[in-house]
């Protein structure tokens, strides 16, 4: 039922890591090029969760894709305008405030994508025993 959405988890996830241990080899260049492209799939992805809050014939997924968006929106702007500065303090320059701010984002992205992994297998297995428990009932009702 759901191994489509798993596949292309998966292949994400296995992208994601693929990217990352190529960069970690200190080649800047490199981990510009792929922050661009990067960049470029996250700003598509986006578009298409617009793109599916304007047109959708379900509220349902008009409602879901918005939240998705407006929680991208919300983390965005904290990103940009109030975590440097909380490091002001800690830190002398505003570059040092920014690659603290950047760091404790990156660390808190992937803490939110593995709690978001969490709760996908919740919901999951949740459709699935819905989905069981509505055979079970028509089998009764045979």
Same mark, same amino acid.
């Given at each position: 039922?759901?191994?489509?959405? =798993?596949?292309? +988890? ?9 990217? =990352?241990? =190529? ?17 470029? /799939? ?5 578009? +298409? ?21 407006? @929680? ?17 303090? /800690? ?12 760091? +404790? @984002? ?12 969490? @709760?996908? =297998?919740? &919901? &999951? +297995? ?7 428990? &509505? ?8």
């Amino acid at each position: 039922m759901f191994a489509v959405k =798993l596949y292309e +988890l998966e292949q994400q996830y296995g992208r994601m890591q693929s990217r =990352l241990h =190529l960069c970690q080899q200190d080649d800047h260049q490199k981990i510009r090029r792929e922050l661009q492209r990067a960049t470029e /799939e996250y700003q598509e992805d986006e578009l +298409l969760l617009k793109k599916n809050v304007e047109n959708s014939r379900s509220p349902a997924v008009a409602a879901l894709a918005e939240a998705q968006l407006e @929680y991208s929106r919300r983390v965005k702007e904290i990103y940009d305008r109030e975590l440097p500065e909380y490091f002001q303090e /800690e830190t002398e320059t505003d570059q040092e405030n920014q690659a603290e701010a950047t760091a +404790l @984002y990156a660390e808190y992205a992937i803490d939110f994508a593995v709690q978001s992994m969490r @709760y996908a =297998l919740m &919901t &999951t +297995l949740k459709a699935i025993d819905t989905q069981m428990d &509505t055979e079970e009932e028509e089998k009764k009702n045979e």
